[in-house]
């Protein structure tokens, strides 16, 4: 009973005309952006995080929220119109759902693609609404020393399944770790990296780093590449599907959702590994796996769904334990802390509202981006062909004007150019900068829940294996270092090995 | 979408106001545009909604806007800062907490001289409330001490870090009572808060309001105040019950730049005598324990020297230096 007692408490939230409003705007903002190619959703809410701290917290994360899984849908459609990705979870999107709009089959696959997104998001906040309260329980349990066992656990994490590099994602989250120590430290309220300004003592602006590195710096890369776009534009008659076309994608989106709800748990993990998951099982279950690439349904349902569900329970981890498994829920907690609101178990406690009012609101939320999606077509192909030279003047006076009135000053603004220029430059490397912001958040958190749990035991390391919670967490972030460490050190021999030889 | 239009509003009206205000406003016409009140702390703290409470009422008498901007940072001292070099005619102050006292005693380098601002009022006092975990092997304030006395060292309470109210309040009653509970620091109160209720830190000295769902839950007890009497409908004793001559307060002040004549400061002191003695607002502040004083000019100077006499002293025992 408790179960819809809460529901109740989160519908409340969320169906009061301000949230529904706000969940509108994210839902609306997310569509938009998704499909416009190269904005993704982390830098568009990077931009949008300012406006959040004048709104109630709630309206806040309900809009942020609807972003995100927002830009899964839009991102969709330009991958099946254009043969873009319009957000790198529907890179997958492009194979199939393309080719079956180049065979006069866009609006069903449009509509595949959004039901299947409908069907994956509500499984997804059924599974959040009931699991996320079995395991704050669990988090109850959690004091200084496990917090620190699972920040360890979970920059590891992050750092390994981050795509690219491993060398890279290891200096990026260090440089970001390096980054968070500027500012007064909470246990000796001791000064660091300030040069004696007092313009720093409150550590180097969350927001200005985000932009700078994501909003902004996309907006340079965007402005290098090529601007013409061919799109295959459906009429609204053919959004209905064939029974044949229906039954060929029910199962894929079984599974998709199964696939997505289970990665997104992880940290790292997401809507993208989720599509890529998802549609290398559906080409290996299917009877016609030659069909994959050439508009086979199966391969454009499966991943569809995954990439929503992994949005969604990506949400579980934050929300419960206050560890962000990618980049936009590392800009959520940063929303949440703003707040005062120091996210964790006690979340749904002390602001049930705000838990359970986000959760109502992401199944409201896609029941919108149905409604977005399939009428509005057409509306939605025009906003693809907007050219950047209209748009990007705009987006960055918006961003400018939102820097400033974080703290009514220009500082941030100018911190904002510089991880601008810091951006581009990882950007040139192939470095992803999202591990970055991770070790900029998760870092100084690590270290005051270290130094905390040394304070209560009096300087004693032993704490950290009394506990077996911690024990539990730092071994497996021990051996996922050596599963990913060792392959290369053997190779690295073989390597040398070979030059003596 | 209102708020942020209402946001956008506000800041629009404020930098018309400041274009305008070339010439010298008479301090009989005061005030002649809207004024700002600066406040040191993110928005959403517990001093704005304390300035709040009064802002609203402040404005239709003075027949002004007011205008809230917040400036966080450094234990309020960048806000303090900007009100320093602000124009001293009545149009830019201040809400700031007792932490003002503190800081000259905590930073080496201030951007301003504290004994040269002008206090127009001391607005609200209140105590802390001594929250303790509900699973330790003693009841009240008394037992707390012998516990503390027998095993020196032992007990842990959360704090908000250097400098803070909690921190100073813990540092007085361990030189008051010759005990020695050990200061934990956390980023702010809500933090410390959750680690009592897990268990994992023992006490924590915090404002009734925020103890007070800890406390209904089952997690914390009440077991003391920092002021005097017996406080609330819970009837919570002073700590001064079992440790003669203690008392830690907390206040929140309206201060103004440099050099402010005192017929603005006079006006501004009549107006919010007027408010604080109204039912509303007594009701209002009284259900959260907290006491409205309205003081007037002369007396909030001399408060506020007291006071920071008083954060010299706690500071200098705890073994805290400038820096």
Redesign the interface.
Known sequence: MEFFNNLDIGFHAALSLNNLLFCFIGVLVGTAIGMLPGLGPLATIAMLLPLTYTLEPVSGLIMIAGIYYGAQYGGSTTAILVNLPGESSSVVSCLDGHQMARRGRAGAALAIAALGSFFAGTVATLLIAAFSPVLAEVAFLFGPVEYFAMMVLGLTAATLLAHGSFIKGVAMVLTGLILGLVGADVNSGTYRFTFGSFSLTEGIEFVAVAMGLFAFTDIVANIRSNQTREVTAPSLRSLTMTAKEFKQSVFPVLRGTAIGSLLGLLPGGGAMISSFASYAVEKRVSKKPEEFGHGAVAGLAGPEAANNAGAQTSFIPMLTLGIPSNGVMALMIGALMVHNIAPGPYVMVSNPEIFWGLIASMWIGNAMLVVLNLPLIPLWVRLIQVHYWVLFPIILAVCCVGLFSIENRVLPIYIAAGFTVLGCLFWRMRAEAAPLLLGFILGPLMEEHFRRSLLLSNGDLAIFYRSPLSVVMLSVAAVMCLIIVLPQIRQGRKVAFEEEA | ????IR?LGL?AAFVVALGVSGGTAMAQEYPTQPIKFIIPY????GTDAAAAVFSDKLSQMLGQPIVK??????NS??GT?LLSQAKPDGHTLMVVTGAIANNPF?YA?L?YDTNKLVPVSILTSYPFVLGVRSDLPFKDMRELIAYAKANP?KL?AGSS???SGAQLALGLLNSTAGIEI?E?????A??SL??V?????DMVLSGYETVR?FAE?GKMKFFAHTGTGEMGTEKIPPIADSVPGYEYQNWLALIAPPETPSQITDKLNSALTKIFAEKEVKDRLAGQNIQGIASTAAEAKSYLETEMAKSKTIIENIG?KP?
């Open positions: 979408m209102k708020q942020i946001a800041k993110a928005p959403g703290g901007e917040n400036h966080p940072g450094s001292v960048i800062a905590l380098n951007p060292g842990t870090g250097r400098g050990r934990i620091p956390f980023k702010g809500g933090e959750n680690n209720a897990g268990g994992f830190v769902p839950g805290l820096e």
